[in-house]
């Protein structure tokens, strides 16, 4: 069985947006109450969590594909959809996401940390929220948009002070369970340890944490043994601790050696020149193996390293390692800026949602690509002409349709909207001839203006005029999400 995972897919599924609804108020004796639809509720979001009690991305290794909740749709009388809820999914600290092409999207450190791994879909407007003096009684609501959907790659990388690394059955193991009060398998066969044991160790005024990961053997950076993949959890410790085994029965191995095979793995791996390093001779308790520490100690000194011997079994030279690696902890610490912040919140980082920009391509498709024209292409029931007339609208007045003329499209050219992956591809007609004439008013319910005041159609012809020469900025309450 699986008991520890430490590299995992995900496949997240924010939440859609709720579709907005298109409805009429009906009251006897008042057949045009206006329209009364409600606003698509947004999409709950994934969010990623730093949780200290979770240790394993196990979890996620059986369920891989998680969904937050959807918007609900609005509805008639004005009432809203409920938001879905937000998925929030807890990792362990020292989680990396990547994206599936590898690219590192957050690097989740500290307890409460927290990575919007996917943004919930908005909610699509109700009629009502539509209407304006120029559009009485619209016929369409907007549609809720999709949530993100993507893969994800997590993995740990344990979060801990010092590493012990070396051969299988150094003791590595035996070690961290009498410096600290971690209980790993400690067994005479190599390759006990399968995944990293993580222990608190206190030594006079510090506190700092070991991981213990599984023995390396010559070639494993070819994939021998367990391999390196588990030196990832080296990655963030500050200080390595080589475990030598100085009473190591095979004839063809000694302390030096040893060390030479474990360094040059390390290098393999990359990344870890800079850490400083410390030597424990172990199994002194042996007779042979204090004999064989005496006689290889000065050449290790001589090398650089501390040297420390010491006996899991019977404690020996425990104190005196233990103070040496506070010392280490202690001075890597001060050299780093005071420990990073936690309650960290990633979100994905703003989109420019004011541009767009339109291209052509070789076969003479427009290509229209934009935040906000993407979405109001995604927000567009094509199977409504008053919705499509509407989109048509906003395009225009973003200045879409200008820039289609001014590079030389013409009526009837194709235009495609959005990533060629998903666009959506339509035959242009152009709303407007020219300037800032405004073609077509959509949405708009004649017989209701037959019975307004003369000064209430002068006020929304000057509305409309507004509009037209861009002074009107349309009402979306979804739009600028910061109060959440
Ligand atoms: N005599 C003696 N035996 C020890 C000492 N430390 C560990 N051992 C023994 O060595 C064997 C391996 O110890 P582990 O702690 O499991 O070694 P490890 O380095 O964690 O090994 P892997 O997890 O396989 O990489 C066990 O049988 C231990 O009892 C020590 O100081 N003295
Ligand atoms: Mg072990």
């Excluded at 405004?438 to 159609?457: K, Y």
């Excluded at 507004?466 to 002074?471: H, V």
Aim: net charge negative; with cysteine.
């Amino acid at each position: 069985m699986t008991t520890f995972v430490d590299r995992v897919d995900l496949h997240i599924a924010a939440g859609n947006g709720g579709h907005g609804c298109a409805s009429v108020h009906r009251e006897k004796f008042k057949p045009l109450g206006g329209p009364d639809g409600g606003n698509g509720g947004r999409g709950g979001d994934v969010v990623l969590v730093v949780d200290p009690d979770v240790t394993t991305l196990l979890e996620y290794h059986h369920s891989p594909h998680r969904k937050a909740t959807n918007g609900k749709p609005g509805e008639g009388g004005h009432r809203s959809g409920s938001d879905g809820r937000d998925l929030v999914l807890s990792v362990p600290d020292g989680t990396v996401v990547r994206d599936s092409r590898g690219e590192v999207l957050a690097d989740l450190v500290g307890g409460g940390t927290t990575f919007v791994a996917g943004q919930g879909g908005r909610g699509g407007l109700g009629n009502a929220a539509l209407a304006s003096a120029r559009r009485k009684a619209p016929g369409f609501a907007l549609l809720g948009e999709p949530g993100t959907s993507r893969d994800l790659v997590l993995e740990l990388k344990t979060v801990a002070d010092v590493a012990l690394v070396g051969y299988p059955s150094a003791g590595k193991s035996s070690l961290i369970s009498v410096l600290s009060a971690a209980k790993p398998k400690i067994a005479d066969y190599p390759f006990t340890t399968l995944v990293p044991n993580l222990g608190v160790v206190t030594a006079g005024g510090s506190v700092y944490t070991v991981a213990d990961v599984p023995g390396l053997i010559p070639g494993a950076s070819h994939g021998k043994g367990l391999g390196l993949e588990f030196l990832r959890h080296v990655e963030r410790c500050s200080v390595l601790v080589h475990v030598l085994d100085a009473a190591a029965l095979e004839s063809e191995r000694d302390p030096l050696s040893d060390l030479d095979v474990i360094e040059e793995e390390l290098a393999r791996y990359g990344g870890l020149a800079d850490r400083p390093r410390v030597v424990a001779l172990n199994k002194v308790d042996i007779p042979d193996g204090q004999e064989l520490a005496d006689m290889v100690r000065e050449e290790l000194e001589k090398r650089g390293f501390p040297v420390f011997e010491v006996s899991a079994v019977s404690r020996k030279g425990l104190k005196e390692l233990s103070y040496a690696l506070a010392g280490a902890v202690d001075a890597a610490r001060a050299t780093r800026p005071a420990a990073e912040s936690t309650r960290v919140v990633i979100r994905p980082p703003a989109v420019d949602e004011a541009g767009f920009s339109v291209t052509r391509e070789a076969d003479g498709l427009f290509r229209v690509r934009g935040t906000k024209p993407e979405r109001w292409v995604r927000q567009t029931d094509f199977n409504n002409d008053e919705a499509v007339g509407y989109l048509a609208d906003r395009l225009n007045r973003l200045g879409v349709e200008q820039e289609l003329l001014k590079q030389g499209a013409r009526e009837g050219d194709g235009v495609a909207i959005g990533p060629e992956e998903n666009a959506v591809v339509f035959d242009w007609e152009p709303a407007m001839v020219s300037g800032a004439e405004m073609l077509g008013r959509r949405g708009e319910d004649h017989r209701m203006e037959e019975s307004r005041p003369a000064a209430q159609r002068r006020r929304d012809r000057e509305s409309e005029r507004d509009e037209a020469l861009g002074e009107f900025d349309e009402f979306d309450p979804f739009d600028g999400r910061s109060g959440r």
